[in-house]
C-alpha cells in the first residue's frame, strides 16, 4: 500500500456487492472505494454498511476507503459511528460545504482516519481552501464533477477548468498532496479516457477515480513515470547538485534547457515514483517515450 498521495487508481464499487467487493481487492486498482452513497439504493444501506465493515475486519492492511453519506442525510450518523468501531483508515466524504461539518466528522472518526473530501457545489468550491485546511485528518480534496456541473448549470467540460484548478491550488496551499481527478463514465472511450487522464495529470490532478476495472490500466500506465522520464530526471537531479557544488544555484544542460531548484523537485517526485512503482531507467532513452 502506498501512500494516499500517490495513488494512481480509485476504484468504485457498490457497498451493497460483496462479491463486487472481493474482486475489486485483488484488482490492479491501488485502492478500492466501498461505496455507501449514490450507488445503493436507499434499501440497501444497512447490508452496505455492514458489507463495509466486514471487508475491513478481514483486510486491515488493505488499501480501502469507504464513500459514506453526505451530512444530514438518515444514514450518515449510523455509518460513522459503525465505521469508527471498525476502525476504518480512510472515508471519502461527499458533498462537503463546510469546516466545521469536517471537523465534526474528524472527531467522531477519529485521529487514525484519513478524509478525503469532495466538492460537488458552488458553495462547497467557494469554500475549498477552509475545507482542506479543516482537521490534520484531511488527506485529499476533490470533486464530484457530475454534482458540481448539476449546480453550475455547466454543460461542456472546458467550463470546470476554474474548478478543477480552484481544487489543485486549495490542496497544495493547505500541504495536501495533489487531489485526485474525477470519474471518467463512458466506458467504451478508452481514447477519451486517455485524452481526459493525461490532461487532468498535466492540470496538476495525481490518480483518478475510476467505475470499472477496465479503465484501471490506462489510468495507472498514465500515472506512473515512464522509463525515459526516469532517465531524464535522474539527469537533471545529477547535473543540478553538481552545479550547486560549484556555487551554482541554475544550470544550462548541453540540449539548452535551463534547470532550476523548482524543476529540480519535479525531478525528484518523478524519481520517487518510479521508485514506488518499480519504474526502471532505459540503456538508452529515447524523445519518443517522454511526456509531452
Keep these: ?34 461505496d455507501l452513497e449514490d450507488s445503493v439504493h436507499a434499501n440497501n444501506k444497512e447490508i452496505a454498511l455492514s458489507h463495509a ?11 480501502i476507503v469507504v464513500r459514506i453519506n453526505a451530512v444530514g442525510t438518515p444514514w450518515h ?16 466524504v ?31 468550491l467557494q469554500a475549498s481552501d477552509d475545507l ?3 482537521s490534520e485528518t484531511v488527506g485529499s480534496l476533490g470533486l464530484g464533477e457530475a454534482d458540481l456541473r448539476a449546480d453550475l ?9 476554474y474548478a478543477r484548478g480552484r481544487v489543485v491550488a486549495s490542496s497544495r496551499a493547505a500541504g495536501l498532496g495533489a487531489p485526485p481527478q474525477s470519474v471518467f463514465v463512458d466506458l ?3 481514447t477519451g479516457l486517455r485524452q481526459s487522464t493525461e490532461h487532468a495529470r498535466a492540470a496538476g490532478f495525481f490518480g483518478r477515480s475510476v467505475i470499472h476495472p477496465c479503465q484501471i490500466q490506462i489510468v495507472n500506465e498514465i500515472f506512473t513515470p515512464h522509463s525515459s522520464d526516469v532517465a531524464r530526471a535522474r539527469e537533471i537531479t545529477e547535473s543540478f547538485h553538481e552545479s550547486a557544488s560549484k556555487s551554482s544555484s541554475v544550470l544550462v544542460l548541453e540540449d539548452g534547457r535551463f534547470i532550476d531548484p523548482a524543476i529540480v523537485k519535479s525531478a525528484q517526485r518523478v524519481m520517487d515514483l518510479a521508485a514506488i512503482y518499480g519504474v526502471t531507467e532505459p ?6 517515450d517522454h511526456h509531452d
Design 1 to 34: 500500500m502506498t501512500g494516499t498521495a500517490l495513488w494512481r487508481s480509485w476504484l468504485y464499487v457498490p457497498g451493497d456487492r460483496i462479491d463486487v467487493i472481493d474482486k475489486a481487492l485483488v484488482s490492479e486498482a491501488d485502492c478500492v472505494i466501498i
Design 53 to 63: 465493515c466486514t471487508v475491513i475486519a478481514r483486510n486491515p492492511d488493505a488499501p
Design 77 to 92: 450518523d449510523k455509518e460513522v459511528v459503525e465505521l469508527s468501531r471498525a476502525q476504518v483508515q480512510h472515508v471519502r
Design 94 to 124: 461527499p458533498k462537503c460545504e463546510s469546516a466545521v461539518e469536517v471537523r465534526k466528522v474528524s472527531e467522531s472518526l477519529g485521529e487514525n482516519c484519513r478524509l478525503h473530501l469532495l466538492i460537488e457545489s458552488a458553495k462547497g
Design 132 to 134: 482542506a485546511a479543516a
Design 153 to 161: 448549470g455547466i454543460t461542456e467540460d472546458t467550463y470546470l477548468s
Design 188 to 190: 467504451k472511450d478508452d
Design 283 to 288: 540503456a538508452t532513452s529515447t524523445k519518443e
